[in-house]
């Protein structure tokens, strides 16, 4: 739908702009948008670079076992099937510290590597396993104490309070990630009786 649609509208610019005179003005922001969304994508990379750098760091210390001794209870409850002392166990702690740390681009990979393991783990490769649900699940709420990329795109666009949307993304992540989890729960008890019957 939206290979359909952005060329409308691009189309659709480029008449109005002939028309109504503003050829030089397109031009313009042409150039100008390209040079802000280069600009835009150096930040952001040098960013995901170096929070990717901070948390393989971080995997190598004590921090990350002292975060992973307290939310283990947690994480019990949301994968009971899994060992926290397996590469499964760890990348999935790694993703969902990642997150909780507002690190989203440096969760990315740590996400992708926790499906790996967890695919790799899963009998039935062309159905998600539960674990494989919950991980997907807590990925898309994505519970933050500090939303760094949010943080970081709102500087680059010259907002004046780039922090003002912290704690409305606190009670944003919270519910998500509580509704998320509540629901899969559900989901998860229904689809695993019925396999039994």
């Known amino acids: 739908m939206l290979n359909i649609l952005w060329p409308i509208f691009i189309v659709i610019s480029i008449i109005y702009a002939v028309i109504s005179g503003n050829v030089e003005k397109l031009n313009n922001s042409i150039f100008?948008?390209?040079?802000n969304t280069v600009e835009f994508s150096l930040t952001l990379l040098g960013m995901t670079c170096l929070w990717n750098g901070i948390m393989e760091i971080a995997s190598n210390t004590k921090m990350i076992?002292?975060?992973?001794k307290l939310l283990k209870p947690i994480l019990k409850l949301l994968f009971p099937n899994i060992d926290e002392k397996s590469s499964t166990g760890k990348n999935v702690m790694m993703n969902i510290i990642a997150n909780i740390l507002g690190l989203g681009n440096a969760a990315t990979p740590l996400g992708l590597k926790a499906m790996n393991d967890l695919q790799r783990e899963n009998k039935e490769k062309t159905v998600l396993s539960d674990n494989m649900m919950m991980l997907i699940v807590l990925n898309t709420a994505s519970l933050q104490i500090i939303p760094t990329t949010v943080l970081a795109i709102r500087s680059s666009l010259g907002s004046q309070n780039p922090s003002v949307i912290i704690f409305p993304v606190w009670?944003?992540?919270?519910c998500a990630a509580i509704v998320g989890i509540f629901c899969t729960k559900i989901l998860i008890k229904i689809t695993n009786s019925n396999r039994r019957n």
Do not use: G, Q, R
Request: glycine content about 0%; proline content about 0%; charged content about 25%.
């Open 32 to 35: 100008e948008s390209t040079k």
């Open 65 to 68: 076992e002292y975060l992973c």
């Open 171 to 174: 009670i944003a992540t919270i």
